[in-house]
Nanobody, 124 residues
């Protein structure tokens, strides 16, 4: 069993930055592909970013390319999502996800483990 706990969300003005993190426990983190997804009010959950077990391969949805960076620190069992130049459309609950399949995956059905989510609110 794998547990994921997100933190680091919050309220930020448009143009600002946040760095949510996701810490895992329960099994070996270093073999897991990790993903970040988000769900805005009234919308379906969507893919944001993903990183493979080594940290060398990353993927981003087009709307965050050049603004968001996903990274991981395997020694700390933690994955990060550095979010810069935030805009109102980035407001959502952000979820991290994990799985030990070869990846990373870009769809939510790839991942078997999910965190509880952390709320990011961008104000004007």
């Amino acid at each position: 069993q794998v547990q994921l706990v997100e933190s680091g969300g919050g309220l930020v003005q448009a143009g600002g930055s946040l760095r949510p993190s996701c810490t895992t426990s329960g099994r070996t983190f270093t073999t897991y592909a990790m993903g970040w997804f988000r769900q805005a009010p009234g919308e379906e959950r969507e893919f944001v970013a993903a990183i493979d077990w080594s940290g060398r391969t990353t993927y981003y949805t087009d709307s965050v390319k050049g603004r968001f960076t996903v990274s991981r620190e395997n020694a700390d069992n933690t994955v990060y999502l550095q979010m810069n130049r935030l805009n109102l459309q980035d407001t959502a609950v952000y979820y991290c996800a994990a799985d030990d399949k070869y990846g990373p995956g870009l769809t939510d059905d790839f991942y078997g483990y999910w965190g509880q989510g952390t709320l990011v609110t961008v104000s004007s």
